[in-house]
């Protein structure tokens, strides 16, 4: 799925400085915290949106990007500071094994064939190297929010082990994260955007209000913190961690 202009443009202006973008982040490098990487990998980030998530991958080599939503590329081309291509995940343009590192941050839950995408992730990424995915979790909490954000389905963690596995993966971390802030993360998903109070779902990230998103930002701190030790059983999100075998 596509997203509307707007909201590309709503998560351009914000994903430095809005929670969730910056609470991910945060858990990933958890999780990537115990490989030691090098730093000179070859690192490709598979759906990068508008291409918020290259300076933090910075750290673990030489990043590129590619996307479906031409929008998005365009984005990119906006921040000037990796290479980025229009494509889709069932046809990726790259070699087999080009890559180290492949993320694929909130992406497969838009697609309706799933296994597919882990196979062509599996294909361009090199021998020992390592796929990082992030998904919502909890099918009993999908929700008009989700239908807005162009989700297909949400994922047990049990799926996505299988997913894994079947997709010629290692599963290496599978862990829950926003468990924290869970409360407030589904009353949004059924009532509105948790800063605002509006008692409908939107689709960007534009209703930030400074005090909530400090509070939301220290409650992701500190689970990142937790993840780094171990995984967690709860939360509205899961990112997963795996090795191509």
């Not at 973008?21 to 000179?40: E, I, S, T, Y």
């Not at 508008?50 to 996307?67: I, K, M, P, Q, W």
């Not at 082990?161 to 010629?168: A, F, V």
């Not at 994260?177 to 993360?185: G, N």
Request: hydrophobic share 35%; glycine share 8%; proline share 4%.
């Amino acid at each position: 799925m596509k997203l509307h202009e707007a909201a590309y443009t709503s998560i351009y202006e914000r994903e430095d400085e809005h929670w969730w973008f910056l609470g991910r982040r945060k858990v990933l490098a958890a999780l990537l915290a115990g490989l030691n990487p090098p730093g000179d990998w070859r690192v490709l980030d598979v759906g990068c949106g508008t291409g918020g998530n290259f300076s933090f991958l910075d750290a673990y080599g030489r990043v590129e990007g590619c996307d479906y939503s031409e929008e998005a590329i365009r984005f990119c081309s906006m921040r000037g500071t990796h290479p980025a291509r229009e494509a889709s995940i069932y046809e990726l343009p790259y070699e087999d094994a080009s890559f180290d590192l492949v993320t694929c941050l909130d992406v497969i839950e838009h697609l309706r064939f799933d296994l597919p995408a882990f196979l062509e992730l599996n294909r361009v990424l090199a021998k020992g190297g390592y796929l990082l995915v992030t998904l919502p979790c909890g099918p009993h909490l999908y929700s008009d929010f989700d239908c807005l954000a162009g989700h297909l389905r949400r994922y047990t963690r049990d799926e996505i082990e299988l997913l894994l596995r079947e997709g010629g993966f290692e599963p290496l971390r599978i862990t829950c994260y926003t468990a924290l802030v869970h409360p407030l993360t589904r009353y949004y998903m059924w009532r509105g955007d948790i800063s605002s109070g509006r008692n409908k779902p939107t689709q960007g990230m534009q209703t930030i209000i400074p005090s909530s998103n400090r509070v939301l930002r220290l409650a992701q701190d500190l689970e990142a913190r937790i993840v780094s030790r171990r995984d967690l059983r709860r939360g509205s999100s899961v990112a997963a961690l795996a090795k191509k075998y």
